[in-house]
């Protein structure tokens, strides 16, 4: 939502007000006129009698943002079955396999992944694993 021209002038008004120190950036100060500026917006949007809604997580820029971070985390990675099936062998032997330190992993999410290339090397040090018992 856009803050009309005559809602930012009253609330840089009420700014330099209450807190004239408040463009040192990072400061309590300047933290504290965020806070006064939302309000002063729900003030406006109350006397516009509009509904107000909580907004949905996908519209939060930071949320976005750091569902994007950990899908571009998750991208070189492979889950514990994704990783058996890729191999040919069962969950349970790939758990065997890293327990032996035979190939690492990471775990992101709560949950145990392996690497793409760290499954590719294992694949070319440990050749068929059918054979390997």
Known sequence: MKNPPSLKA??????????PGAMIPNSRLYKR????????VLQFAKGQNRPIRKAHPTECEFTRERQESKIAEMDG????????????ISEVKLG?????GKINSVQL???????KKELQEFERKYGPLYLID
């Open 109 to 115: 999410r709560g949950k145990i992944h392996f690497s």
């Open 96 to 100: 065997r396999f890293k327990k032996e």
């Open 10 to 19: 009253k609330i840089e008004k009420i700014k330099e007000s209450l807190l």
């Open 77 to 88: 990675f492979l889950d514990r079955k994704e990783s058996a099936n890729r191999l040919g």
């Open 33 to 40: 006129a965020h806070l006064i500026e939302a309000e002063a």
